[in-house]
């Protein structure tokens, strides 16, 4: 915890230059100024401030995609070719008889269309949801049926393979449009080129208001059952001040974002925030390849790059030096969200880019990013950083008679955040007492623990599912794994509790070793020594088996729910999002 890093590497000033100073004298009124809102005092609609006012003026013809295929060729879209081809898709749309609130769904890999979808169905005021293409007809049926689908865009390989299977189940969903059809197949899968085709390319966006529906989004179901979340338009506000403030945004900068739009911060941070704040969004067609990634990094001259602790621990893997092998001059930020991003991960960004990567924590219902690293404060590895400017989070005790905070640095409890800020979501679908259930006295209830230290630092302890009864002690896994992680021979691990008549819980460690290392009983006790010499036997593990793999998300999050019920002899429960589930 005390160790610490100079701020200000790397020139360019940062937008965001005293975390204090601007933390207290923060208004969301003076950041809604910056937006433009829609003619005439008509509302704010997330695609016009992603588009449309950039394709207006001097903005007209600067890159704001940059789609690279497989084969790495790329096309570029101006915010002026952007207008007209979502304008288009909202044409289609309103031709079809899709109405403000009604559901349009996505099932694509990383396709254009699938961009030009998201940003035309919010012209209209329908509700965009994207689904991860990976998803088995199963899953996919699940999230059409739950979130009500009126129309959904796929290729003609993915609806053939997952959707014409489950198309009688589905008779509220009125079209599939195939981005890839040359010809409409009935009357209910039509061939989105053609339609394009024959849209008119200027939309009028109607009336819309900041409360109203606009993005529906998956939770990714770590702890049971996906959520889905609802979020309204107003969330722009977030998509702005987030990408100004954290990721940096200054005029000409090329981002990339590796999350799917599947998941939140693929459509938050994968197509909005960057629109809105007008810089080009490279999209990689391709998944994690990490020679592609870094010569994608030096290709592009990407200034800014948000990742997640999955694929930067497989990097570290490897034996590739990237700043020796690549020029990645133009790079000046990294940050990483998801999952815990480990003190070793932050270093060892110094060494492979000559930058700390930069944690930050949000969460599907947050809609955008809360705790955040910045550029310009000091970074102590291991730690999530400091509350966005805005937000107000704090660490508490959940009682009966309500939410009680704790102001003492070091002590830990529920995360949570003064509801209110513009990205929050607005409902649950279909699960209104759930919704009501996060809230009280005020606040947002996250479900992840956490503590704060003296200088206001936050630092991730674990989910309140995950955290561990033992001996009367609460032990947060991500410490537990964060100790383990630190022995040469580890390459991952996962901690839960395994229930104990003595103890209540015992610490059960799941290990990954790296690479050619045995997994043998004086390895075991290695660890065990080991770990008993950070954490103290109370905390240390008691049982550690030797994984190949941990079972993880798709969206790369370990799955501790399904280590403990295959422990346990227990049903898996809803593991739809699992990664190798298909
Ligand atoms: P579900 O709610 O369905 O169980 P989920 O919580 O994993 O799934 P997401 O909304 O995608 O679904 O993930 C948010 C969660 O991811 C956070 O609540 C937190 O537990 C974890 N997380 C995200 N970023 C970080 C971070 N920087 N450090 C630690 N944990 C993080
Ligand atoms: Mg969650």
């Given amino acids: 915890m005390s160790q610490t890093i100079k701020a200000g590497y790397r020139i360019m000033s940062p937008n965001l230059t005293d975390y204090d100073s601007l933390y207290h004298s923060f208004n969301w009124q003076n950041e809604a100024v910056n937006l433009e809102g829609l003619p005439a005092n008509k509302g704010l609609n997330i695609a016009y401030e992603a588009v449309d006012r950039w394709a207006k003026g001097d903005d007209a013809q600067r890159i704001a995609l940059r789609w690279i295929r497989k084969d790495r060729s790329y096309q570029d879209y101006t915010f002026s070719g952007l207008q007209q081809l979502s304008a288009r898709f909202a044409n289609i749309l309103t031709t079809l008889g899709i109405m403000k609130g009604d559901r349009v769904f996505s099932l694509t890999g990383r396709i254009p269309e699938l961009y030009i979808a998201a940003l035309g169905t919010l012209k209209t005021t329908a509700v965009f949801c994207p689904l991860f293409s990976v998803f088995g007809p199963e899953p996919v049926f699940q999230r059409l049926s739950r979130g009500d689908a009126k129309v959904l865009i796929t290729t003609s390989a993915l609806f053939e393979k997952k959707i014409k299977p489950l198309m009688e189940r589905l008779p509220a969903l009125r079209y599939i449009l195939l981005t890839d059809g040359s010809l409409p197949l009935d009357a209910r899968v039509l061939s ?3 339609l394009m085709e024959e849209a008119g390319k200027d939309f009028l966006i109607p009336p819309t208001d900041p409360e109203d529906p606009a993005l529906l989004h998956f939770t990714s179901g770590t ?26 945004f200054h005029k000409g900068d090329v981002f990339w974002c590796t999350a799917d739009p599947g998941w939140v911060t693929g459509t938050s941070y994968g197509i909005l925030a960057p629109l809105v704040c007008g810089v080009t969004n490279l999209i990689d067609e391709e998944e994690f390849d990490a020679m592609r990634w870094y010569s994608l990094l030096e290709e592009h001259q990407v200034n800014v790059w948000y990742t997640s602790p999955t694929a930067i621990r497989r990097l570290m893997r490897m034996d590739i030096l990237p700043m020796k092998q690549f020029t990645l001059q133009p790079l000046r930020l990294i940050c990483s969200v998801g999952e815990p991003l480990h003190g070793d991960a932050v270093l060892w960004g110094e060494k492979a880019f000559g930058m700390p990567i930069l944690d930050n ?16 404060m000091k970074v102590k590895p291991g730690s999530m950083g400091k509350p966005l400017p805005g937000i107000e989070a704090a660490v508490a ?7 009680q905070i704790i102001s003492e640095p070091g002590k830990q409890g529920q995360l949570v955040l003064k509801s209110g800020w513009p990205s929050m979501f607005r409902n649950y679908l279909h699960d209104e007492e759930r ?27 674990g989910r309140a599912d995950d955290i561990i009864k033992t001996s009367g002690h609460m032990v947060g896994p991500f410490e537990v794994e964060t100790a383990l992680m630190e022995h040469v021979a580890v390459a991952e691990a996962a901690v839960i509790g395994k229930p104990d008549p003595l103890i209540g819980e015992l610490v059960k460690a799941f290990i990954v070793l790296k690479r050619g290392i ?21 905390v240390a593990p008691k049982e550690i088996d030797f994984i190949n793999e941990l079972p993880k998300t798709k969206s790369g999050k370990i799955l501790r729910r399904l280590l403990r019920a295959r422990e346990l002899g227990l049903p898996e429960g809803d593991i739809s999002t699992l990664e190798k589930s298909g």
């Fill in 518 to 538: 045995r997994g043998d009983e004086n390895m075991k006790q290695e660890m065990i020594g080991f770990s008993r010499k950070k954490l103290g036997p109370a």
């Fill in 361 to 376: 924590w949000w969460q599907t219902e947050t809609g955008g990013i809360m705790i955040a690293n910045y550029r310009s």
């Fill in 435 to 461: 919704y009501a259930q996060c809230f009280q006295n005020g606040w947002y209830i996250t479900g992840d623990l956490a503590k704060t230290d003296a200088d206001g630092y936050y630092w991730f302890v």
């Fill in 223 to 248: 702890t049971g059952m996906p959520k889905g979340a609802l979020h309204v338009h107003k969330a722009v506000l977030m998509h702005y001040v987030t990408g100004k403030y954290v990721l940096d």
């Fill in 397 to 403: 005790e959940i009682t009966k008679d309500g939410v």
């Fill in 192 to 194: 989105l080129p053609r």
